[in-house]
């Protein structure tokens, strides 16, 4: 009897062996593979792919499920075209560093502060547009998206975990405290923003834990991170797409659902950020972040497939000049030569770059352009979110010599990646931009809100002992500076600015109507002026009268706008057509600018040329140096006033390039520009009962720029021959 349970034991004993061996040995077997897979050793296990499904290509219909819901508005359609102003790069709570800065409006309060609504900054002032906008997104970082409100917020569940104590709590008395208290967590919150959530987000689980099989089988790294909790991400996804399909107001107030793929180059810290703008209510599961990839290229695949299952987006790269190079190379992101199909890739997935926003303007630089006087404007030259800040090489980084490169890549027959046309945006991290350089409050929550913080007042004494002692502690660089009247930070705010705003030409105020200018680059960025610009070109333009009441329509009849090209006809010289109006709050305009680029068709050599065309108050273009005589407009930096009755309303004309080569490949572009007003660190100085400071700008001319018109000359048919070979041998198609 004992020897019959003594066998049946041991026979049960070995069965729950198999039991727990099998599955554990199946489950060590699938490790292996997905190892072997992830180190490309597969020589057949490339099948075992099929069983990944990719989250961030599963469709979901944003759509308000109640038509009743959805705003009623009546639309208007001008098949000539009317203006739109609007922002396409506003940050809520939902960003893992606007929450860092004190920030915790919601995407709700960024719609209803387009909108004309009144909103509070973290400091406790309020925040409201001089006059509401047309069209509006939330870009909030895709990246971590919602999960330091979680950290912080003690009730959730991730909360519980140790690496979140030093949120914890962050900005629950941000509303009660006052403005002092608030700004006495500067060095504690630069400390989170730079050290802290790095090293908190680089905390993944050991190898074999579950949640590493369901990151490779769900193509989603993130699951892989202790620090990531996915429903929280994808609570504050819906949640702004919620956001965006209530406030849409078709025929007066546009949503667009977007994020930011917020990406960098693995050593340098090159900025390579990007928005994505998505047509309509259909979204993916979950943005595609730089946790999936850091390589752009591997965004605009994700987009190309999204496209195949009826999601239409649209990448905007953003602040070259803090990307040291990176932004716009002559090579791919992993360092090959570009091809025609990377190029027509990355045109079709990024028409328009943001050209201006608070952390500085990326038109030109001094350094790139010396013959262009106007080229030193709102200069940010140090690498995003660089501690310290880091100088950024400036070449491949602003988008003139973007356009000078995509040509030169073009005459390569490596197609022309930087075709691409312009916006401005914000990049306000406090749901909204300013706009206005007397009413400035920068973007960084309670970092930069006050004129102390942001370098351009002295600081006190005892601020000064605060700042020094709170900053060592947290192990973070005092940035301090002295000049003749004090201390001042020196941490980089005083190179941002009250920029920039997205126009667009479109027939209705619609996403559709509007998305497709975007996609026709039918757009144009100004620094915050609400500058109405027009641009077109054509060979039969010279029959147009700039004063008849039909000019618009046959101005789209006998040419083609901003955004186009205009082939070769016959070696003709094309004429061109420009139409600036000043801003309702703007000064008066001083000129009217076209900027040329192309490429010697003999040498490749790239050239560029500043010409005026149009000054205000009845002044000449001088023929031999093509600029307009000063007009003597003036501001008085004690109290800013400007010049009375100098300047124009509006500026027009017709214009042939004196320089024109029909056999050279160029772009034209306009730049308008504004009389002289006070910067906004001059306003924060005398508002305060100081001078400005001597080494910062005094006064700045607020500006437009248009997306360029391209000229294509008739193909030379000349193959160029590098050192290698033929430009064929490159392959330069694949």
């Known amino acids: 009897h004992n020897f019959v349970v003594k066998g049946g034991f041991m026979k049960l004993k070995t069965v729950l062996k198999y039991f727990v061996a099998l599955p554990a040995s199946i489950y060590l077997l699938v490790f292996l593979l997905i190892s072997e897979d992830l180190n490309d050793r597969r020589p057949i296990l490339s099948l075992f792919k099929i069983l990944q499904n990719d989250t ?124 002092d208290e608030n700004l006495d967590t500067f060095a504690a919150r630069t400390a989170l923003f730079s050290d802290v959530i790095a090293s908190t987000i680089n905390m993944p689980h050991f190898d074999l834990h579950p949640k590493v099989m369901a990151a490779y089988l769900t193509r989603n790294v993130q699951l892989a991170l202790k620090s990531f909790d996915y429903k929280t991400h994808l609570s504050a996804w819906s949640d702004m797409a919620r956001a965006a399909e209530e406030h849409n107001d078709p025929g007066n107030f546009t949503t667009f659902l977007a994020y930011e793929y917020t990406t960098s180059t693995e050593v340098e810290g090159g900025n390579l950020h990007r928005n994505v703008i998505f047509e309509g209510s259909k979204r993916p ?134 075709k691409f046309g312009l916006i401005g945006s914000t990049d306000t991290h406090v749901l909204g931009g300013s706009f206005d350089e007397s009413n400035y409050w920068s973007k960084v929550g309670i970092l930069d809100g006050t004129p102390e913080s942001r370098g351009t007042i002295p600081l006190t004494p005892e601020r000064v002992k605060t700042v020094t002692d709170g900053l060592i502690a947290a192990n973070q660089p005092v940035l301090l500076i002295d000049r003749e009247q004090g201390t001042y930070m020196d941490v980089g ?48 333009l010279d029959a ?14 006998k040419g083609s706008p901003m955004g186009s090209d205009i082939n070769n006809n016959n070696d003709m010289n094309p004429h061109f057509l420009v139409w600036a109006v000043k801003g309702k709050h703007g000064a008066p305009l001083q000129r009217v600018q076209i900027v040329k680029g192309w490429i010697d068709t003999n040498s490749g050599r790239p050239k560029e040329m500043v010409f005026d065309v149009v000054c205000s108050d009845g002044l000449a273009v001088d023929p031999i140096t093509h600029r307009c005589p000063d007009n003597n407009a003036k501001v008085d930096i004690n109290t800013c006033k400007i010049s009375d009755n100098v300047g124009a309303v509006e500026l027009k004309a017709k214009w042939q390039d004196p320089k024109f080569n029909p056999k050279d490949s160029a772009f034209y572009y306009v730049r308008v520009l504004e009389n002289p007003t006070c910067r906004w660190s001059t306003w924060d100085a005398i508002k305060a009962g100081y001078k400005p400071r001597k080494d910062l700008h005094a006064t700045i001319q607020e500006r437009a720029w248009s997306s360029p018109i391209w000229y294509v000359p008739e193909d030379s048919g000349i193959d160029t021959i590098p050192l290698t070979g033929t430009s064929g041998t490159l392959n330069f198609v694949d």
Do not use: C
């Not at 147009?544 to 009849?557: G, K, P, Q």
């Open 56 to 179: 961030s290509l599963r469709v979901i219909d944003s759509s308000l499920t109640d038509p009743t819901e959805a705003p009623k508005g009546s639309i208007t359609n001008n098949p000539n075209k009317n203006v739109y102003f609007g922002d396409l790069h506003v940050h809520t709570k939902y960003s893992f560093d606007a929450y860092v800065f004190g920030v915790t409006g919601t995407p709700d309060d960024a719609y209803r502060y387009a909108k004309g609504a009144t909103v509070k900054h973290p400091l406790g002032y309020d925040l409201k547009l001089r006059e509401p906008l047309d069209f509006y997104a939330v870009t909030d970082h895709g990246f971590f998206m919602g999960m330091i409100e979680s950290y912080a917020d003690t009730s959730s569940k991730i909360s519980k975990k140790d690496f979140t104590k030093p949120f914890h709590n962050l900005n629950a008395d941000v509303s009660t405290n006052t403005a």
């Open 285 to 418: 599961l979950r943005p595609y972040t730089r946790i999936d990839s850091l390589n752009p290229e591997d965004l605009w695949s994700w987009m190309d497939k999204l496209r195949e299952r009826g999601v239409d987006s649209i990448a905007i790269p953003h602040n070259g000049n803090g990307s040291n190079s990176n932004m716009f190379e002559m090579e791919t992101f992993r360092g090959g030569p570009i091809s025609q199909n990377y190029s027509a890739k990355r045109m079709r997935n990024e028409p328009l770059v943001e050209v201006t926003q608070v952390k500085g303007t990326s038109e030109t630089h001094p350094l790139l352009s010396p013959d262009d006087e106007w080229a030193d404007f709102e200069i940010m030259d140090v690498r995003v979110g660089s501690r310290p800040p880091t100088y950024s090489l400036p070449q491949a980084g602003y988008v003139r010599d973007a356009y000078l490169r995509g040509l030169t890549l073009d005459w390569f027959s490596q197609g022309n990646p930087y």
């Open 493 to 540: 705010f005083d190179q941002w600015g009250a920029s920039g705003l997205a126009a667009v030409w479109a027939e209705e105020n619609t996403r559709e109507s509007i998305f497709k200018a975007f996609r026709n680059k039918e757009t144009y960025a100004t620094s915050g002026s609400r500058i109405k610009l027009r641009f077109f070109a054509g060979y039969d």
């Open 544 to 557: 147009v009268d700039l004063d008849s009441s039909n000019l618009i329509s046959e101005a789209y009849a």
